[in-house]
């Protein structure tokens, strides 16, 4: 069965701290890796997309990173904001031309505290 | 943010009523999706559409049912609403169906009662 875990599933920093947030999947055939931002209330926002061959990817102060032999990913958030409380959500393609390939997770919940 | 309206934004429904929810985009995009979002879940694809007229069953489709007209409105029924269909509900666009993210509304909250 194809998933997507994520952790920690809550997770509490304080303002100006770094982090990083774990990704692990099962799905295969792979296809690219997303992260999503969602506040509370709103949909999620794409943060980064990485395919098989890419290791890093930056957004600002969000760096992702994708190991395709173990299946893992994180996200790392520099120098927190109060902003970046939210939940973050990792999401796998399955390479199978269907639009409906992709497996969720059920997110990390960020809180960064001044 | 993606050009992507979703209405109702609340709405609370006795069990057994039919319910609409509507997407509507101004960004032209090809691909349309409905998502759940219940807690503990992660989001669950319901229905998707690759174009006018053209829509698929996603993961958890049974008591729903889409359709497409045109390109820009995308709606989702609840042909009689039950209280397992209480959720968020939100629609997402995109470009191409492989390596373009995803855009999301802001979600409809649906309370079955």
């Known amino acids: 069965k194809n998933q997507v875990e994520q952790s920690p599933q809550s997770l509490i920093i304080l303002e100006g701290k770094n982090c990083t947030l774990q990704?692990?999947?099962?799905?295969?055939?792979?296809?690219?890796l997303r992260w999503y931002k969602q506040d509370t209330g709103r949909g999620p926002v794409s943060l980064t997309i990485?395919?098989?061959?890419?290791n890093t990817k930056s957004n600002g102060r969000y760096t992702a990173t994708l190991d395709a032999d173990t299946k893992q990913s994180s996200l790392h958030i520099t120098a927190s904001q109060l902003s970046d409380s939210a939940s973050y959500i990792c999401?796998?393609?399955?390479?199978?031309?269907?639009?409906?390939?992709?497996?969720f997770g059920s997110g990390t919940q960020l809180t960064v505290l001044p | 943010d993606a050009g992507i309206t979703q209405s109702p934004r609340h709405k609370v429904t006795e069990t057994g009523t039919p319910v609409t929810l509507r997407c509507h985009q101004t960004?032209?995009?090809?691909?349309m999706y409905w998502y759940r979002q219940d807690p503990g879940h992660g989001l669950r694809l319901i229905h998707y559409?690759?174009?006018?007229?053209?829509?698929d069953k996603g993961e958890v489709s049974d008591g729903y049912s889409v359709s497409r007209s045109k390109t820009e409105d995308f709606l989702l029924t609840l042909e009689s609403a039950t209280s397992s269909q209480t959720s968020v509900y939100f629609c997402?666009?995109?470009?191409?169906?492989?390596?373009?993210?995803?855009?999301f509304g802001n979600g409809t909250r649906l309370t079955v009662t």
């Open positions: 997402a666009i995109s470009e191409t169906g492989e390596n373009s993210p995803l855009h």
């Open positions: 990704c692990n999947y099962t799905v295969s055939p792979f296809s690219n």
């Open positions: 990485m395919t098989f061959s890419e």
């Open positions: 999401v796998v393609r399955i390479s199978s031309g269907s639009a409906r390939q992709l497996t």
């Open positions: 960004e032209n995009h090809r691909y």
């Open positions: 559409s690759y174009g006018v007229k053209d829509t």
